[in-house]
C-alpha cells in the first residue's frame, strides 16, 4: 500500500519561501510509470493543482504559479518536495502530495499540510 | 485557467438520488474523456470515486456513477446514504497541457 506524507514549516512570514517534502513509502519513485504532484487547498475553495514531476525530473507546472514554483525530487530519500518562493497570504492553503500517472487521476494521497503565511 | 464550475450545494434525503454536475470548456471536459470525481470528507484527504469519466475503482461502491455531455461531465449518486455527505471535486486534463478542477460541492444528506 502506498503512503504519502508531507512535512515542513506551517507557518511561513510573506515574501519568504515555503518549502515542504513528501515522503513516499511503499512503493520507489524510481521505479517509475507515476508522476509526483502537489495540489492545495484555499480556505473553504476547491482545489489546484500546482504541478507535478517525474522520476527522470521531467516537470509539469500550473502556469499560474509557474514562475514561483520548483518541484524536485530525491529518489535516495524516495521524496519529492515542493518549493513555492514570494508568497503571501493567499498562498495559506493545505497542500497536498499525490500520485498519477500522466494525465491521470489521483489514486494516492497524503492527510495534507495546513501551511499559513502570516508575520 | 479557469476552475471548472461546481454547483456550491446540493441535498438529498436517504435512498433519494443525486447529481452533481461540473461545467468547463471544449478545451477540458469537453474534449478529452479525463475526467475525475474525488469526495472529500471534513479533514480528511479527497479520495478517486470516478476517473475517466465513468469508471469507478475497485472498492468505490455501484451506486456511483458518471457520465458526460458536451461541455458537462456528471456524479450520480443513487440510495443516498449519511456516510455520502461530504464534498465532492471534479477535476480534467486540459488542452494546456495541465490539470484543473471545480470549485467543490457540498452534499447534504437531509
Known amino acids: 500500500q502506498v503512503q504519502l506524507q508531507e512535512s515542513g514549516p506551517g507557518l511561513v512570514r510573506p515574501s519568504q519561501t515555503l518549502s515542504l517534502t513528501c515522503t513516499v513509502s511503499g512503493g520507489s519513485i524510481s521505479r517509475g510509470g507515476y508522476y509526483w504532484s502537489w495540489i492545495r487547498q484555499l480556505p473553504g475553495k476547491g482545489l489546484e493543482w500546482i504541478g507535478y514531476?517525474?522520476?527522470?525530473?521531467?516537470?509539469y507546472y500550473n502556469p499560474s504559479l509557474r514562475s514561483r514554483v520548483i518541484i524536485s525530487v530525491d529518489m535516495s530519500k524516495n521524496q519529492f518536495s515542493l518549493k513555492l518562493s514570494s508568497v503571501t497570504a493567499a498562498d495559506t492553503a493545505v497542500y497536498y502530495c499525490?500520485?498519477?500517472?500522466?494525465?491521470?487521476?489521483?489514486?494516492?494521497w497524503g492527510q495534507g499540510a495546513l501551511v499559513t503565511v502570516s508575520s | 485557467q479557469s476552475a471548472l464550475t461546481q454547483p456550491a450545494s446540493v441535498s438529498g434525503s436517504p435512498g433519494q438520488s443525486i447529481t452533481i454536475a461540473c461545467t468547463g470548456t471544449?478545451?477540458?471536459?469537453?474534449?478529452?474523456?479525463?475526467v475525475a470525481w474525488y469526495q472529500q470528507h471534513p479533514g480528511k484527504a479527497p479520495k478517486l470515486m470516478i476517473y475517466d469519466v465513468i469508471n469507478r475503482p475497485s472498492g468505490v461502491s455501484n451506486r456511483f456513477s458518471g457520465s458526460k455531455s458536451g461541455n458537462t461531465a456528471s456524479l450520480t449518486i443513487s440510495g443516498l446514504q449519511a456516510e455520502d455527505e461530504a464534498d465532492y471535486f471534479c477535476?480534467?486534463?486540459?488542452?494546456?497541457?495541465?490539470?484543473?478542477f471545480g470549485g467543490g460541492t457540498k452534499l447534504t444528506v437531509l
Open positions: 514531476i517525474y522520476y527522470n525530473g521531467n516537470t
Open positions: 471544449s478545451s477540458d471536459v469537453g474534449g478529452y474523456d479525463y
Open positions: 499525490a500520485r498519477a500517472r500522466k494525465w491521470s487521476p489521483f489514486d494516492y
Open positions: 477535476g480534467s486534463y486540459t488542452s494546456s497541457t495541465t490539470l484543473v
